[in-house]
């Protein structure tokens, strides 16, 4: 088998391999670390790869299988984490240049329990600046290509794992989404990307960018994976005063249960409104397979979409502004202008705005609990478009043109505002074979179902078998 | 002391009335002799000290007005005696 075929496989067979030792460990991060070297340069998806620390913990977990110590699925598994999750001793940027020799004596939450189920740390990826952005076009570590077209965004801000995930350079990326981070990498890289509950995960050790609307999760290449890695990650941590008491459920045990007679909700105004056809069509596509597939195609209305949406950014551009105040003062200049023009919009937000917007707040999560009495989970497309090129600021949808970070972001923000768990899946491509995502979102500490759903749908299709061409 | 107090209220005025205009409709923004939406945003951050160059304002007005209108008319329901969600419990009835 070659390095790229390994490096592709997914954690399921993987797993076989490794617990069966028909595959080391250590042959698997070769492999993994081999892709890197090979593929990064073009790609830009990682920021700092880490060879030795991989290779120490794929050494630490071949030593373990042999003397029949298993941990679990994750157990010799390459993993990558975007840079601003805390790994002791190791630098974290942030994709920034102010915390360029900012090197953590911890490690993140999350980070601890990856290595506690025996995950192999391979590197830390880049993102958009300070993970204020979509583009992911850094100007201080330079840009992230998309795996597909190289001349395209990967999504962001967790665009390096995205690009790392959908290129074979790890098996799954630790992401974070505080207005579709996770989901718009996982939609233009054509990956599987999961934004648990807010609550679900410790955000213990990871840069934060809006308090409120912060969610740490997955990507990865195929539903499964990413249900392994939300299960070693999630459940209650003192640390963080956000994270929920009570334990998770084993999110593997009913994921295979398919979508017979489950309610699934398509909501008739704002997300079919305003799409590209290619999106258009390939969402339509899916729920007819959803259908086929047993699931009842509810239409639901939610009439408080538009508002959410706009207060949304009412509040990040606020809490953003809060945390990175002093650093705008004094040292502005070392701020990249787009992020820089965000945080100075934040700065402009009144206090009575910034309140009101999370008073509205309780009102849409009152909706969506109304909607969710009715249906098991929302579907929509994750994204109006498929991925703009680099350095377009603005994209043509459906006739009209529209900002590219506002079109990419229009129908994933709202549901960071009300905290409740969305998987982004691939659906297909467009006319230039670009991926586009489907988007789940299910119940407020509901992941099983809306892991259960994204399996019976890419079980039933092959989107997540095809391959980018190498770099 | 008039004249240091009548400078006083001046600037006051100046400082207070861009911050009301701000903070109001975006739509008269067009009203004659009425500020552009750069000027009015430039004398909003000078009152309230936030040290944005001028050059950068020039940039953000247009975006600070249309996010503006947004909230406002996001923020016209009535929301009653509803609380504010914080970052410590968003769900109800959260484990």
């Not at chain 2, 739509?27 to 936030?50: C, D, H, M």
Request: a neutral charge; aromatic letters at 6%.
């Amino acid at each position: 088998m070659s390095a790229l075929s390994v490096a592709a496989l997914g954690m399921e067979k993987l797993g076989e391999l490794l617990r069966n030792r028909k595959l080391s460990p250590v042959e698997l991060a070769q492999a993994v670390l081999a892709q890197i070297d090979k593929q990064n340069p073009a790609l830009n998806a990682y920021l700092a790869p880490l060879p030795d620390l991989a290779l120490a913990q794929a050494r630490e977990a071949e030593r373990a299988i042999t003397a029949r110590q298993h941990r679990g699925p994750l157990h010799g598994i390459p993993i990558s984490v975007k840079d601003l999750f805390f790994v002791r001793g190791v630098r974290n940027t942030a994709g920034s240049k102010l915390f360029a020799d900012f090197v953590p004596d911890h490690d993140a939450t999350v980070v601890e329990r990856l290595h506690s189920a025996g995950a192999v740390l391979v590197g830390k990826t880049n993102l958009h600046e300070l993970a204020y952005g979509i583009t992911n076009n850094n100007p201080h570590y330079g840009p992230v290509r998309n795996p597909w077209r190289r001349k395209q965004i990967p999504g962001g801000s967790s665009g390096g794992s995205g690009a790392a995930v959908a290129a074979s350079l790890c098996t799954a990326s630790l992401g974070s989404d505080t207005g579709g981070s996770i989901r718009i990498p996982a939609s233009f890289c054509g990956v599987v990307g999961l934004k648990p509950t807010f609550g679900r995960v410790s955000r213990w050790g990871v840069f934060p960018l809006g308090w409120s609307l912060d969610h740490v999760g997955p990507l990865s290449r195929h539903v499964w994976d990413a249900a392994v890695v939300l299960q070693a990650i999630a459940g209650p941590d003192p640390r963080d005063e956000h994270c929920a008491a009570a334990p998770p459920p084993d999110y593997l045990r009913d994921i295979g249960a398919g979508v017979r007679g489950l309610a699934i909700g398509v909501p008739e105004n704002y997300f079919y409104d305003h799409l590209s056809l290619d999106v258009e069509r390939a969402v339509r596509a899916a729920l007819k397979r959803l259908e086929e597939l047993g699931a009842r195609i509810e239409p639901v209305k939610l009439p408080g979409i538009v508002a959410a949406t706009d207060l949304s950014r009412v509040i990040l551009l606020a809490e953003a502004a809060a945390l990175h105040q002093k650093n705008l003062r004094s040292r502005r200049q070392d701020i990249g202008a787009d992020v820089r023009a965000l945080l100075e919009q934040g700065e402009c937000v009144l206090a009575t705005d910034y309140l009101n917007a999370q008073r509205a707040r309780r009102r849409f999560v009152d909706e969506l609990d109304a909607l969710f009495r009715k249906v098991s989970v929302l579907v929509t497309p994750t994204t109006p478009v498929t991925a703009a090129a680099i350095g377009e600021t603005t994209v043509r949808v459906d006739g009209d043109t529209e900002d590219v970070r506002l079109a990419s972001t229009r129908l994933v923000r709202a549901f960071n505002l009300a905290g409740v768990p969305v998987l982004s899946v691939p659906c297909g491509f467009d006319h230039r074979a670009l991926p586009i995502g489907l988007q789940i979102v299910g119940k407020p500490f509901d992941e099983a179902t809306v892991l259960r759903v994204g399996y019976a749908y890419e079980q039933a299709t092959d989107w997540t078998h095809h391959h980018p061409p190498e770099a | 002391m008039w004249r240091r107090s009548f400078m006083w209220w001046i600037s006051l005025a100046a400082g207070l009335v861009p911050m009301a205009m701000a903070s109001g409709e975006a739509g008269q923004t067009s009203l004659p002799g009425a500020l552009s939406p750069v000027e009015r945003w430039k004398r909003f951050s000078a009152a309230a000290g936030l040290q944005i160059p001028d050059a950068e304002i020039e940039v953000i007005a247009a975006p600070l007005e249309r996010l503006t209108a947004a909230a406002r008319k996001a923020l016209e329901p009535d929301l009653g005696l509803t609380e504010p969600v914080f970052c410590f419990r968003i769900l109800r009835g959260q484990p």
